[in-house]
């Protein structure tokens, strides 16, 4: 089970970003997936998750800025982030929860 995040990078408060998760070794369009992030000093936090069917669930903290989807043909998931605050600077992990499998991390830092 490989997952490889990509997306990542720097954004100025308010502005956007869109990261992507690409998996393989498994059967991706059967299985749930989740956005974690970490910030430093922090424990890893749950942001998003994605069903197979397509329903979503959310933290409190990104609710109504962040959009999970994914794209089972390519076997993506992605996230979108919209409104961006600085407390959203972490690396940003993409999961399986069903293999216990981690993307390497992408780095997500916003400026105020």
């Known amino acids: 089970v490989q997952l490889q995040a990509s997306g990542g990078g720097l954004a100025q408060a308010g502005g956007s970003l869109r990261l992507s998760c690409a998996a393989s070794g498994f059967i991706f369009s059967i299985n749930p997936m989740d956005w974690y992030r970490q910030a430093p000093g922090n424990q890893r936090e749950l942001v998003a998750s994605?069903?197979?069917?397509?329903?979503?669930n959310y933290a409190d903290s990104v609710r109504g800025r962040f959009t999970i989807s994914r794209d089972n043909a390519k076997n993506t998931v992605y996230l979108q982030m919209n409104s961006l605050k600085p407390d959203d600077t972490a690396v940003y992990y993409c999961n399986a929860p069903s293999w216990s499998a981690w993307g390497q991390g992408t780095q997500v830092t916003v400026s105020s």
């Open positions: 994605i069903s197979s069917f397509g329903s979503t």
